[in-house]
């Protein structure tokens, strides 16, 4: 089949799955958070009715799904992807409105005349690594949503390559669109595992050609409660007892060498992300990342020695910390019995000529999660670039190569 015509499809269901708005909405404890998200695995469910896959579901958490039965009677293992519903919500609209430029030129692109939004080449030079290529953008109010929509849209389009191909041979497949990964993994939590009996499995969730990734943070979420005791200020001295400057103290006992704005590459972190506080009461909210486990455990454990500290300093307030482990570093699962999964992309790099950029991600994926459930799970590239940005942009070449690379890892290993 001509790329041409797989290009175009690649671009059709992108599209279309773009005009479901499905922002992830953190503010909701419900899963899924948004209903456009509900609305996305609805479509998808009849697409993939139409794609002759069987055990189609959407269970009551939204998370849709499904199996390509094995068309060969050799031992292949069986695979898994996973893919997630929800674009994030980073204060743009949630309504996109994509436009596609046709053998761009490499000069600066006017995304919103109206609007004067321009997309600089000087600010965004990858852009011109991309020279005659098509390129996907916004209108610039919005993030594109390749993250993930353009992984839905290379599985969908590699499940339909296999229905026009039938002499692929390939085993059991297995199909996972989930919502809520934006905010918290939270949507591949409610994966039915007795209906995702795979060897391994991949996400398509990073960016450009060629990115690789099988390591990636450990990360845990931590809440840390104060009560003081309030009193008049004219009568407060030995008796008041400020949770804020509880809270101050507490932050000050972290490094600030050590927070996200000072770090990089495998260096981890503590991020204080939320205070809330008035006179009697105060919570904080943090996050814990290292790709080093160990050094993982130490951070947690210098948090809970900080307050016990503070207990003993403020012995009238009352403070709690509390920290829950949300995924863990996808290389920690890699063993002799899974590691094909990441030879394979390896051999099927070079095999399209796709040189490979492995690198360690500081973030995590659904597979991050996966990993804690023992199922290997690496990451590869859709071919976008600018994340969680107005200037998120798509290369069609990069895109069609994302998906020969997922139809490859489909054929019977």
């Known amino acids: 089949m001509k790329a041409a015509i797989i290009k175009e499809k690649l671009q059709e269901n992108f599209l279309s799955y773009l005009a479901i708005p499905s922002q992830s909405n953190e503010k909701n404890p419900n899963v899924p958070s ?5 609305l996305l695995a609805q479509k998808l469910e009849k697409d993939l009715k139409d794609l002759d896959l069987v055990d189609i579901a959407i269970n009551e958490f939204g998370v849709l799904q499904a199996k390509l039965p094995a068309n060969t009677d050799n031992r292949v293992p069986n695979i898994g992807w996973v893919c997630h519903l929800d674009i994030v919500n980073v204060g743009l609209r949630d309504k996109i409105n994509p436009q596609v430029i046709k053998n761009y030129d490499g000069k600066d692109i006017i995304l919103n005349e109206k609007e004067n939004i321009v997309f600089s080449t000087k600010e965004n030079p990858e852009i011109l690594t991309y020279i005659g290529d098509d390129i996907i953008l916004t209108d610039g109010n919005s993030v594109l949503g390749a993250d993930n929509k353009a992984a839905i849209a290379n599985v969908m389009t590699a499940l339909w390559y296999l229905k026009e191909n ?43 050609l060629g990115e690789l990734v099988y390591e990636t943070f450990n990360a845990a979420s931590g809440v840390i409660k104060i009560k003081g005791v309030s009193a008049h200020p004219m009568s407060a001295k030995g008796v008041l007892v400020n949770p804020i400057m509880i809270a101050h103290d507490f932050i000050s006992m972290l490094d600030r060498a050590k927070m996200p704005e000072n ?21 904080i909210d943090f996050n814990i990342r290292n790709h080093d486990k160990v050094k993982f455990e130490e951070s947690k454990a210098y948090l809970f020695d900080a307050i016990e500290i503070l207990k003993k300093r403020y012995k009238l307030a009352e403070i709690a910390i509390d920290i829950e482990d949300t995924y863990a570093n996808i290389i920690d699962s890699v063993d002799e019995n899974n590691k094909i999964a990441i030879d394979k992309l390896k051999e099927i790099y070079q095999k399209l000529d796709i040189e490979a950029k492995i690198i360690a991600m500081r973030g995590g994926t659904d597979g991050s999660y996966l990993s804690t459930k023992g199922i290997l799970t690496p990451n590869y590239f859709t071919g976008a670039h600018n994340f969680h940005s107005n200037k998120e942009f798509l290369p069609m070449d990069s895109f069609y190569k994302s998906f020969k690379v997922t139809v490859e890892l489909m054929r019977g290993i």
């Open 166 to 208: 039938k002499d692929i041979n390939h085993g059991n497949i297995y199909i996972a669109f989930v919502p809520d990964e934006e905010i918290g993994l939270r949507g591949v939590r409610k994966i039915d595992f007795n209906k995702f009996d795979v060897d391994f499995a991949y996400t398509i969730d990073c960016c450009e």
């Open 263 to 283: 770090t990089e590459n495998r260096e981890g972190y503590v991020w204080i992300t939320d205070i809330k506080s008035d006179v009697l009461n105060c919570r």
């Open 34 to 38: 948004s209903v456009g998200q509900l």
